[in-house]
């Protein structure tokens, strides 16, 4: 899903970073770690994000779905997460089914 400034709650990486709570020995997120969400990722899921200006921003909700993506992983729940090879799998098999019957 994509941002949709309009609607969501716009927030600079640093500010997510603050917001989050301390981490390990007490340490806050850094916000160079945000930035690893977006570019690299966690566990396959890439934090969405949009530039506005010179910062980077993304959105409460984008977290909150970033957040569910990674929950999904961890407790097997496969209802809440489908990954994007899954779903391109699907729709070629489908599309096969579709050939196959002359359509």
Known sequence: MKIDPS????ITFAELAASLPSRRRNCKVHV??????????????????????GAWCTTWEAFARFCAQL???????????VSSSSRRAKHQLEENSLVNDGW
């Not at 160079?32 to 969400?37: E, G, I, N």
């Open 7 to 10: 609607t969501e709650t716009l």
């Open 32 to 53: 160079s770690t945000v930035h690893r969400w977006r570019n690299s990722g966690l566990k396959g899921i890439r934090l969405e994000a949009l530039r506005i200006g």
């Open 71 to 81: 929950t999904a992983i961890e407790t097997g729940d496969s209802q809440l997460f």
